[in-house]
């Protein structure tokens, strides 16, 4: 049998570390993977909506041998291939029609998808998981605010450069803003937003937050490492200047007390 395409570019493997430890981190600081209540009785299916290096889309499948586990991406995980029965991968554009038909979901989960998604896409998105779960299914979606929060001035630079670049990707900037009505006006009722806020930096003296600072700056530097082709180019940096750039940045996020605000909407489709 042909092995389906996976990713194996250096920076999609880096990218998958990010995101992993990503996973981990939000795993502990929510102390859970999914809020939802959901279906688990045998039959029920939950969808990872780009679902990356699909770790969540596995631990889920291992937790809930009952239910069928699907994670949609473009590009298929290559190191969840030998997972249990109950999982499959399932490689489509989550912006197209899904492959599956209507009222057959439990559950649909989808994370950091923000900077994938072009503003205008997001209505027909969040349409199209309406349409595929079963009434009284709900949907979790955590998206974090593309800016961080008390930033030093060369993290206000990196910001103020992102907002830029979204205008001239499409991609919605205040995206954190403005979901809650895109999931209201989808038909979704019980909305309910959460946010969550990950320090950056060892500076928090509580000492579970301060843990999970020291993960989400090294997170933060690796996202700024694998990025670094695309901010020398797009920004016009020579390679020593951004190098200088993201050590300041990573010294200010102590000295600021700066943090990621992450948001989590739960959703349900009406009965
Ligand atoms: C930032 S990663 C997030 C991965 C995962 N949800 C997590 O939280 O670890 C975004 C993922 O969305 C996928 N993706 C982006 N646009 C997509 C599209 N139009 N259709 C399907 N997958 C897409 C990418 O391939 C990537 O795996």
């Not at 499948?61 to 249990?84: C, E, F, M, S, T």
């Not at 082709?229 to 190098?243: E, I, P, R």
Request: aromatic share 12%; net charge negative; hydrophobic share 40%.
């Amino acid at each position: 049998m042909t092995r389906p395409p996976t990713i194996f570019s250096d920076f999609d493997f880096k990218e998958f570390d990010r995101w992993q430890r990503q996973h981990y981190l939000l795993k502990s600081a929510r102390k859970a993977n999914a809020w939802a209540s959901f279906n688990t009785t045998k039959g029920a299916v939950i969808i990872d909506v780009g679902t990356g290096n699909g770790i969540w889309a596995l631990e889920m499948a291992n937790q809930y041998p009952n239910v069928q586990v699907l994670g949609l991406d473009r590009v298929l995980p290559n190191d969840q291939q030998n997972g249990p029965e109950n999982l499959r991968f399932v490689q489509c554009d989550v912006t197209e029609a899904w492959p599956m038909g209507d009222n057959a979901v439990d559950f649909i989960f989808q994370r950091s998808m923000g900077d994938a998604m072009k503003q205008e896409q997001w209505g027909p998105l969040l349409k199209e998981m309406y349409r595929v779960l079963k009434p009284g299914g709900y949907i979790e979606l955590i998206e974090n605010d593309f800016w961080r929060h008390n930033p030093g001035p060369v993290q206000q630079a990196f910001d103020a450069f992102i907002q830029e670049q979204c205008k001239v990707t499409g991609v919605d900037f205040q995206l954190t803003d403005s979901l809650d009505t895109l999931v209201n006006e989808t038909g979704f009722d019980q909305v309910d937003k959460k946010t969550m806020d990950i320090p950056l930096g060892e500076w928090p003296a509580d000492q579970e937050l301060k843990q999970f600072g020291f993960i989400n700056k090294e997170a933060h530097k690796a996202l700024l490492k694998n990025y670094k082709d695309f901010y020398v180019k797009q920004w016009g940096l020579s390679s020593a200047d951004f190098d200088l750039a993201v050590q300041e940045v990573l010294e200010e996020f102590d000295e600021h007390h700066s943090f990621t605000r992450f948001h989590c909407w739960v959703a349900r489709k009406p009965l």
